[in-house]
């Protein structure tokens, strides 16, 4: 069973810039959810997409959204990139949204 | 608010030793706890999950945990390492239906001496 895919793996951007980060889940799971991580602010939570709809959403400023479309395959994106948007960008996928969390290897954007 | 403390940043043990890792939670309700690794530049990885039930849970890699209600604690240990274990450990705490909002701990970097 091949596990979550986020793509691309790494990414430079120029402040300014939007940009959009794609995850797939694990062939089944219904639950995306995204994570910024930073060495200063550690893993934090930024939303949650069950069935298309966002669920949950963690305290990020609105240039920070996202989508899941039907075959639960979801994006992110950051618009107006800062320099602090620098980070891993993590995605996790969940059969329900009461089960465990797995991760993809993230993508790593850098704001230059 | 649900939080979780990794009260140590950074441990070091030899190889072949035993290892602790503390985590201590706070929410208001039972639950849902988990212990994931990560290697540099890499995804997480789930080690074990408390969602009911037993105390002592067991996980992948040899790694266990147990869940104390009274001390809000949800320690990790195993019980002789490998070089291969040095990674950084995180703990994190959901609830229920929102344990996709999962609130992580700031990691304890584990290093193992040859």
């Known amino acids: 069973k091949a596990g979550v895919t986020q793509t691309p793996r790494y990414l430079i951007k120029t402040r300014g810039q939007q940009v959009t980060l794609s995850c797939s889940p694990i062939?089944?799971?219904?639950?995306v959810s995204w994570y910024q991580q930073t060495p200063g602010q550690g893993l934090q939570f930024l939303f949650e997409?069950?069935?298309?709809?966002?669920?949950n959403k963690g305290n990020f400023p609105g240039r920070f959204s996202g989508r899941q479309f039907s075959n639960s395959r979801s994006e992110m994106n950051v618009s107006t990139l800062e320099l602090g948007d620098s980070a891993l960008y993590l995605c996790a996928s969940r059969v329900t949204v009461n089960t465990e969390a797995f991760f993809g290897q993230g993508t790593r954007l850098t704001v230059v | 608010a649900q939080s979780v403390t990794q009260p140590d940043i950074h441990i070091t043990v030899s190889e072949g030793a035993s290892l602790e890792l503390r985590c201590n939670y706070s929410y208001g309700a039972t639950p849902y706890l988990f212990w994931y690794v990560q290697s540099p530049g890499q995804g997480l990885q789930l080690l074990l999950k408390?969602?009911?039930?037993?105390?002592l849970v067991q996980g992948i890699k040899g790694f266990e945990a147990e869940f104390k209600r009274s001390q809000s604690s949800f320690n990790l240990r195993k019980p002789s390492v490998h070089w291969s274990d040095a990674a950084e450990y995180f703990c994190?705490?959901?609830?229920?239906?929102?344990?996709?909002?999962?609130?992580f701990g700031d990691g304890t970097t584990l290093t193992v001496k040859p």
């Open positions: 408390y969602f009911s039930g037993d105390t």
């Open positions: 994190a705490v959901g609830a229920g239906t929102n344990a996709g909002k999962s609130t």
């Open positions: 062939s089944g799971h219904r639950s």
């Open positions: 997409y069950f069935s298309e709809t966002q669920r």
